[in-house]
């Protein structure tokens, strides 16, 4: 599974502005209904459900919510840059700037935790998180992402 099998450029939101967690799980929720089809809500339901037994705020002002749902067919990544951080409830209580959404088939099992880990692996690259946040545009962002992870590495 390539980065570019997680997600397209369209589902990348390079300016996102919100004002809580909330907000932008929703605003993330809206965007994946637009790539998948599937209901904003039930998107947003699944998500802030998963979000109910720990924050995906994973430190260093990244967040990597994610959930399974019915209906879909492939592993789906949006990506939020946020124009001001949010309280994300993280790990190291440092506000969220950067905010990856995964969602993957209910029965993906092994699939899902493989691009969840290809996902935390490119977060954690600090070279890769700088040039992230300091991309302006979602061509970029795509590129940095797409380019970024090593092809194949699960």
């Known amino acids: 599974m390539d980065f570019d099998d997680l997600i397209e450029q369209d589902a990348i939101l390079p300016a996102l502005k919100a004002n809580s967690k909330k907000q932008v799980l929703q605003d993330l929720a809206q965007k994946a209904a637009e790539v998948t089809g599937l209901p904003e809500r039930d998107i947003f339901e699944t998500v802030l459900q998963r979000e109910k037994l720990g924050s995906t705020g994973v430190g260093n002002g990244i967040a990597i919510p994610h959930g399974k749902l019915a209906g879909l067919d492939r592993i789906v990544g949006v990506f939020g840059r946020l124009s001001r951080p949010v309280d994300f409830d993280a790990l190291d209580e440092q506000p969220v700037d950067l905010v990856f959404l995964l969602l993957a088939p209910e029965g993906a099992g092994a699939d899902h935790l493989k691009a969840l880990s290809k996902v935390a692996r490119l977060l954690r690259n600090p070279d890769t998180v ?18 970024a992870a090593p092809p194949h590495a699960a």
């Open 130 to 147: 700088e040039k992230i946040r300091s991309s302006r545009d979602a061509s970029a962002l795509y590129t940095l992402m797409t380019q």
